[in-house]
């Protein structure tokens, strides 16, 4: 049994050992509050590594992709988000869904309300259209674009286009 699982197991003994729905329901919300602190944190860092720019080899290499894998490239940046993220990403969508969990069993309105606000915030369409514009490419540009090493780790995407494909992004 992994330590992830044991510490999902104590936390769903804690929560039903919890005298009443109301404290159930705010300790998961809790819970949820010390992951969404951790994830925010590495979410900065994460942020800060988007700062790196790709090197003029890496370049080279998009530059000689098709035009259209222009349409896939937000996808690509958004797996190297989550995968700077890693497992915090996991276990903050686990405690969002245990406070949503509880909170409905319990009828938390306030909760609820604060949810709903952090979800909006938080989990706008922005990777779904990503990921199905780079779905739609040709599978020998999907592995293109996910073969490229250093594009692997957060990089800041908007020179990337700027550089790579000028004539669209950039300034020729």
């Not at 510490?7 to 919890?18: D, E, G, N």
């Not at 003029?56 to 190297?80: M, R």
């Amino acid at each position: 049994m992994t330590i992830q699982n044991i510490l999902l197991l104590i936390t769903i003994a804690t929560l039903t050992a919890c005298s009443t729905p109301e404290e159930q329901s705010t300790y998961a919300y809790q819970h949820y509050k010390e992951q969404y602190i951790q994830f925010a944190n590495i979410l900065t860092e994460c942020g800060n590594k988007r700062k790196k720019t790709l090197s003029d080899s890496t370049i080279d290499i998009l530059k000689t992709l098709p035009q259209d894998s222009i349409e896939g490239f937000g996808h690509v940046i958004n797996l190297a988000d989550r995968k700077c993220m890693a497992n915090i990403y996991r276990d903050f969508m686990e405690s969002l869904l245990l406070a949503e969990v509880e909170n409905y069993k319990n009828g938390h309105s306030v909760i609820e309300h604060e949810l709903l606000i952090i979800k909006k915030i938080q989990f706008m369409d922005l990777y779904l259209p990503a990921k199905r514009k780079f779905e739609h490419l040709p599978a020998d540009t999907q592995k293109a674009l996910l073969s490229i090493q250093e594009m692997q780790e957060p990089f800041d995407g908007l020179d990337a286009l700027e550089r790579a494909w000028p004539k669209i992004y950039g300034v020729e």
